[in-house]
């Protein structure tokens, strides 16, 4: 059993109104490859960065069971940076900096120890690069995971929705479900996103959770409120990580064992928003990530 | 075992993307009078309205049991009117029109037959004539339900804070805990306002459902994602009212209860939205509301 992750690794600079970061390693395909890696290894990550890297962020995640063979350094160039700052409410976000740097030209390549792909996360990527993965594959993952954004609908729609033909979960916010269909209410915008080829729909909603959708089938796992968030970079692919990683170990792509990946997602990345950057990802133990699954199922837990 | 509800009962106009209403029958306490009803009578209304009002509709609510003696019926007076008009996600809504109306000099009168309330709902009103209807109670109620609205807390927040220090339940939303206390995390906010004396605090998130704060506990219950809404109008209103008439059934004010009433609420307000105006409360059977609260908690239900 094997889950292959594509997507991007990073520097960060992020400023939130409880502190600020120096460049720090960020990145979706981190946050997904951590997060990932409490339920299921190895996770063997696909990726690009430059010599400039944080080596020793490649060692702990080796350590902890990604397999880096997929990972690009290219020499003498300098890896992706992303800056940003987050408004009061944390719900939105002014980006300062995008310097694209290595993933300009960035093209995954498979290696052959990973083509026994089973599970399979296509992150943030232009749709025509997560396409030529899926053709490098010999054989069809049993579940692929897309993640997407606005900015693909915008300028490649027609990419976009060849590869969401072609996964088995779409991840994306409540905002791109709109823009996706053209339609509202988001149980709408889900039968119509259902017909486009996916087995199931996660829309994610920030602190106010995520709703997972299959065919005639829905449910809903609330974000669970904290008592202080600081730094919310990173919850999304955290999110989606957990989840993929949960169903792995399982082996299970029933939507009962979806709601439980559901869960296992919220949960990590509510551990994620605590403090900057991957740090709390980095602390976290497999006792505690069990112990907030239990506090979400409890949280909505009421008998009739 | 008696409701006794005081608030406004009033003439809407709503406009909404599908649709709009001539004048009809709104009002807080209409919604939440109807929405009680379905699980406890009596519910005996205070409020007031002009000789302007439909009768018909006073006719239809003393039919499902609502006790109409401390309606005020003001001669040659025109009732409260208001008018709406609800933008393109219906999250968001301009008032076109408020005429005060009999409410600009509104007294609540508790008639003897009154005086054995043991729950007591306070409608959003100035929190002095909030006041002085706990002052005209001979004995505390069980419980006593608190709405009210930032528009209070700009103009007299001194008052309302006595107000809030004598209920049981504050009912609000999550701009208006975040400018209650001067606190963005809900979490926080909720623990500064049950220090303020409520014992327990609702906080409503529109579509995104309600959160139920105790003294170290916390109860999610998501919205229910609908295919389409009509009208959002007194939705927040008939959740109000569905759970203080829960409550009242049940004789019971456990955290436990109180979560069973916050689906309670939340599955009548999921009907309210449906239609315009309270069109969808007059229709519904109590083995729909019955239904519909076994699907909210089957939309949450995971087995770890």
Redesign the interface.
Known sequence: MSIVNVGTVAFDAIETPFGKTDKIVGGAATYISLAASFFHSPVKLVSVIGDDFDMEMLDKMKKIGIELEGLQIKKGEKSFFWSGKYH???NTRDTLVTELNVLEHFKPVLPESYKDCEYLMLGNLAPAVQMSVLDQLPKRPKLVVLDTMNFWMDIAMDDLKKVIARCDVLSINDEEARQLTGM?????AANKILQMGPRYLIIK?GE??A?LFGENE?????AM?????VDPTGAGDTFAGGLLGYIASKDDISF?NM??A??AGSALASFTVEKFGTQRLLEISPEMILGR??KF?K??Q???
């Open positions: 009061y409410d944390l509202y209410s988001l149980v709408s909603k106010h959770g709703l829905m449910f809903y796992a609330p409120p904290l008592e202080q968030v009962e709601k439980r559901v869960i699954m239990q199922q949280l909505v009421a008998d009739l």
